[in-house]
């Protein structure tokens, strides 16, 4: 349960690094500055997959929080 609980973290900040407007391309990351084609429907896709990561994140704590204080 733990694991899961550090996956869905982990993912979910790096989806919010990659959606970071202030970051128009990969330079801060690597030494070559490679541009992200981001398109409003990308980035609302994106959007949308942070939220359900988020959701996911927060529903994860509650049941390892319910099933920690069980046992």
Known sequence: MKVLWYTIGFF??????IN??????LGGFSSKASSL??????Q????III????CLFLGSTILYVLSSTIY
């Open 12 to 17: 979910t900040i790096i989806l919010i690094l």
């Open 20 to 25: 970071n407007p202030k970051f128009t391309s």
């Open 37 to 42: 084609n981001v398109t409003r429907s990308t």
């Open 44 to 47: 609302k896709n994106l959007q």
């Open 51 to 54: 939220i359900i990561n988020i």
